[in-house]
C-alpha cells in the first residue's frame, strides 16, 4: 500500500517553506517543551517551494501514515503554523534529496518515511499506535536517531 507515497516522493528537489499541525491533544503540558510541537499528536501539513501542500494522517488500520497532497489556506484556523519552532532552524528553505519509507521489524508496511535534506539534516514523519502521552499518534522525530523498531 502506498498510502500517497508515490506522489510526496515526486517533490524531491523541492524545499519546505513552512509546517504546521493540527493538535489532536491540546493537553500537551506533560510532553517536554522541547518536543512539543513534533511529538505532540496531530495532522501535519508541509508546504513546498513548488507551492504544493501535504497533508499527513494516521491509517491506523494499517499502523501508517497517509500523504494526500491538498488545497490549503495558511487562514484555516484548524492548523498552527510551527515553522518558527527551533526544530525548523536548519530543516526550511533546504532542499529534499531524498525521501524514503521506513518499515518496522514486524511488519511488512511503512509505518512512515524519512525526509533527507541537502544539508545533511533528516527527519521522520511516523505513526506510533501508542507512546508515554497519547495513542493513534502522527509524529515528526528527528531523523539522525534509529529507533528500536525500525529496520
Known sequence: MENGFLDFNMCIGSKIKKCFRNFSNRQNDEIPVEKRLQESDGEIIIELSN????????????????IDKIIFEEKNNLFIDVSSDLFWQNRLDVEIINISKLYSKFRDIHFGIKITLSNNISFKIIYESENEFDFDLILIKDGLFIEAYER
Do not use: A, C, R, V
Not at 51 to 66: A, T
Open 51 to 66: 507551492g504544493d501542500f501535504y497533508l499527513f494522517s494516521p491509517d491506523s488500520e494499517n499502523f501508517s501514515i497517509k
